[in-house]
């Protein structure tokens, strides 16, 4: 039984290093014309590839949601101690968010609904203050803000 090959796509929910590994070199193989067609986990590698892209734009929403919390606390609480520290912060967030934002992702990213998020997950009051009024919608466009960094 140890000496049983395991079906790929078995593999791929019980090892998926060792699948991907394996995927890789059959797609070499079949790159440079060998016969093994049959032999590759289409479907796992087909949502593989998929969720190659989708990473990329939850990392760029989770840079630009970071960013949003960073500047509305500033906004909100410009009194605070913390308001340099919080756009200091909030610039590097819009810096990793433009390092790995690409125009194809324009359509994909909802900005009103990471911005809508950031508000919501605003704390109600710091150091006991209420936040002054803070704008509703999100005054950039996806561009400007990455070009903000």
């Known amino acids: 039984m ?6 790929m796509s ?4 019980s090892d998926v290093v060792t699948w991907s590994e394996q995927q890789a070199a059959l ?8 016969r093994v067609n049959d032999q590759v986990d289409w479907e796992n590698v087909t949502e593989e590839i998929e969720s190659v892209g ?4 939850d990392a760029v929403e989770a840079w630009l949601f970071q960013a949003f919390v960073h500047d509305l606390k500033a906004e909100g609480w410009p009194e605070a101690r913390d308001v340099p520290a919080w756009r200091g912060e909030a ?3 819009r810096a990793r968010a433009r390092r790995k934002y690409r125009p194809s992702m324009r359509q994909k990213i909802d900005l009103a609904a990471i911005y809508g998020d950031a508000l919501k997950a605003l704390p109600d009051t710091l150091d006991g203050q209420k936040p002054r009024p803070l704008v509703p919608a999100c005054p950039l466009t996806l561009e400007e803000i990455v070009a903000r960094a």
């Open 10 to 13: 078995d593999l791929y929910d």
């Open 54 to 57: 989708r990473n990329e734009i």
């Open 91 to 93: 610039r590097g967030f």
């Open 2 to 7: 140890a000496d049983e090959e395991i079906p």
């Open 27 to 34: 797609l070499r193989r079949l790159a440079a014309g060998e």
